[in-house]
């Protein structure tokens, strides 16, 4: 964190890390989260810090929407935007935080509807294999 804030803005900050880092790691596995904090360089060390702190910290922790809702708007928004890699990540929170395949599937659908067709192939395919994986490496079972 920059140097020139006051020590209230620097607790603050440190206080939305913290809990938006507890949240992503409840979410997107301590394994994903690992991964990207000790990967980061310098240069885009700001970025995680800043996911984390107000995407988790600020949003998530938000009363009002519950786990499993801001999990699907994310299956929408991400299906929308068409960030595959993110996609993956957020299905795999998205049966972390207790959606079936069924609200996974039909969410994913509707985005497609109003954000393309395209979109909504490509989601799929990343949702699939995400869900492949975890099948094979977790003993997922889930079904439709």
Known sequence: MPDDQSDEVKAARQVLYNAGLDLRRAVTGAEHVDRSTRNVSDFSRPMQELATELGWGAIWTRPGLSRQQRSLLNLAMLTALGKGH???????????????????????????????????????????????????????????
């Not at 993110?86 to 994913?108: D, F, K, P, Q, Y």
């Not at 909504?120 to 994986?133: D, I, N, Q």
Request: glycine share 10%; hydrophobic share 45%.
């Open 86 to 144: 993110e996609l993956g990540v957020h299905v795999r929170g998205a049966v972390r935080n207790g959606c079936s395949l069924l609200e996974i599937r039909e969410t994913m659908l509707h985005a497609s509807a109003y954000a393309g067709l395209p979109a909504g192939l490509a989601a799929f395919r990343v949702a699939e294999g995400v869900l492949s994986e975890m099948r094979e490496k977790e003993a997922f079972k889930a079904k439709l």
